[in-house]
Every structure is written in structure tokens, then in C-alpha cells.
């Protein structure tokens, strides 16, 4: 069984930095792409970033420059750095693993934590 579970969030002033952790287990992820996405309050879910098999990365213009994910396959455990956070960064965050070659869309993943909270504070 594959499961997949976030920690790292909480309550940060803006300009703070969190980082967020989504451990693996019942697979070995460095198989597959990885994703973060996100739902704020009243939202729809937002893409956030994704880290493909072959370490290549794509992220959503609303984070680039801000956010960075990586991935420790000894581990088993992806991250997303959160950094120069502002308040409209507030959600609930999601990590998510798919086929090697997974991009941006929601659908295009199979399995899904729970999500963490960020909440940050202006």
C-alpha cells in the first residue's frame, strides 16, 4: 500500500521560510515524479511544482525563485523549500506521485497525502 505523508507546516510571518517534507512509503519514488500542490481557502487546487524521475523540475510562475523541491532517495522523502513566503501563500499543501514524466496536472497523479497547513501572516 502506498502512502504518502506530509509534515513541516505551521505559522510563519511573511518573508519566512518553511520546509515542507512528504515521506514514501509501500514505493521507491525515484521512479516517478513527485508534486506539490496546493488549496487555499474558497480555492480550486493549484499546482506548486513537480520533480520528474530524471530530477528535471517545473514549477508554477506564482512560486519560481521562491519555492525549490528536491528529493532523497535514500530516504524515500521528497521536500519543497518555501522561502520569501507572502500571505497569499496560505494553504493547505499536498504532495502527490505519478508516472516518471508527470507534469502539472492534477489528474495526471495517482497517489496523494493528506496535506499540511502553511499559514503565513502578514
Known amino acids: 500500500q502506498v502512502q504518502l505523508i506530509e509534515s513541516g507546516g505551521g505559522l510563519v510571518q511573511a518573508g519566512g521560510s518553511l520546509r515542507l517534507s512528504c515521506a514514501v512509503s509501500g514505493r521507491t519514488l525515484s521512479s516517478f515524479a513527485m508534486g506539490w500542490f496546493r488549496r487555499a481557502p474558497g480555492k480550486e487546487d493549484e499546482f506548486v511544482a513537480t520533480?520528474?524521475?530524471?530530477?528535471?523540475?517545473y514549477y508554477a510562475d506564482s512560486v519560481k525563485g521562491r519555492f525549490t523541491i528536491s528529493r532523497d532517495n535514500a530516504k524515500n522523502t521528497v521536500y519543497l523549500q518555501l522561502n520569501s513566503l507572502k500571505p497569499e501563500d496560505t494553504a493547505v499543501y499536498s504532495c502527490?506521485?505519478?508516472?516518471?514524466?508527470?507534469?502539472?496536472?492534477?489528474?495526471?497523479?495517482?497517489?496523494w497525502g493528506q496535506g499540511t497547513q502553511v499559514t503565513v501572516s502578514s
Open positions: 502527490a506521485m505519478g508516472p516518471g514524466a508527470a507534469g502539472a496536472g492534477r489528474q495526471e497523479y495517482n497517489y
Open positions: 520533480l520528474r524521475w530524471g530530477y528535471s523540475t
